[in-house]
């Protein structure tokens, strides 16, 4: 059972990894995070899984610390993007 | 399968992290930081590092990962002319000459370090039971380290203090940050409202656990600030004026309490930050009590940033 959760884990990091190609070549600040909020979901996915694979409950209490900041972080990206810099035309030229 | 597991996952963190140093845009890099600190959680897992797993995930990825994204926002202006200009060949070489021998003498360093490595893990072991904390991360910080944590807690203030410097005069006591405003029938605002109660329940919880279990107050912390700057950025609340004598005091409280424990141990147990025989785990408790809300305060404020309204 072991074997399978961990090769799970392993199946869902190498589909997260794809999204490694949005963060390298965005082109967008947005693609980019959204690409990183990816790879947030499906580490915790992976996190869990390993956590049950070797058995370690508090594994659960990671994910759930990366869950609520990995919400907290897309809204802070969302808020420096749009807030704060009326006069930066930098994110407006990106999109 | 856990092999394959760990050459992927050490790949996926080699490969992010040359992309990041490599990287010209500050945002792209600073979103491929946020990643992998996500991926270095995952790594510290496999290595049985539940603790600082934790720890990476809540400060090294969420918490850092915020602040860098808006540091990153605000330096974006200035980006252009940095980037327009190209260093001549000299300066490059001495950049290359000197990033490459930190790296060598680090690569050393660390080939160098003694196998098996010296370690006091049975001593502390053997002694646990004399802290009664089930959790030895924690019994380690709060006990036999703990002049490193009262540092530690005291950096964090310290910090703020840097922060709160860079206040223009006109300003110097207001509020934090800009007063920010949403829609609130929007998804933000809905988020604002769902997120914190569900947080500080988390918070408080992965706060109460570091007794036994991984956990702790600087995890707990970064949660429940967190959420409260989640309220701040979708306009449910504001920043209070820095000048506010309640904010002073629960800023220090925590440090304070934490000092006048340990002052007492001189009377009590013959040593500064010494427990008397019993009492351990009581004190223990009283200073991550004491901590808790001061440094999740400190934190977020932190993140809240340099004070830029009047406090009026």
Known sequence: MAEFLLA???????????????????????????????????????????????????????ALTLALLAAFASVAFFKAVTDGQPDDTGAAERE | MSEALNAGLALFVLALAAW??????TFAAVVGFVAYGLLLTLVWVQLHGVDVALTEGAIGGGLTGAMLVAAAARLRRTEAAARAERPGWPTRAAAALLAGGVTAALAV??????????SLAPETAANMGATGVGNPITGVLLAFRAVDTLLETTVVLLALIGVWSLAPDRVWGGRPGPRHRADPNETLAYLARVLPPIGL???????????????????????????????????????????????????????????????????TAGAFLAYP?????????AI??????????????????VPERPAR
């Open chain 2, 109 to 118: 360093a660390v080939l160098a370090l003694p196998v098996p490595a010296p």
């Open chain 1, 8 to 62: 799970a884990a392993l199946f869902v990091l190498a589909m997260v990894a794809l999204g490694f190609v949005r963060i390298l070549r965005g082109p967008g600040d947005a693609d980019r995070m959204m690409a990183a909020q990816l790879i947030g979901t499906g580490g915790i996915g992976a996190l869990l899984l390993i956590g049950a694979a070797m058995g370690v409950g508090p594994v659960v209490d990671v």
């Open chain 2, 201 to 267: 329940v988390v918070g408080v919880y992965i706060f109460w656990v570091g007794a036994d279990l991984p956990g702790g107050k600087f995890q707990g912390a970064s949660i429940i600030a967190a959420m409260w700057l989640l309220a701040v950025m979708a306009g449910l609340s504001d920043a209070p004026p820095i000048s506010r004598g309640w904010l002073r005091l629960a800023l220090v409280g925590g440090p304070l309490v934490f000092i006048a424990i340990g002052a007492a141990g001189v009377a």
């Open chain 2, 20 to 25: 990041m140093v490599v990287a010209r845009d």
């Open chain 2, 288 to 305: 991550e009590w004491a901590l808790l809300p001061s440094l999740a305060l400190t934190l977020a404020l932190i993140l809240a940033g």
């Open chain 2, 277 to 285: 025989d019993g009492l351990a785990k009581l004190l223990i408790k």
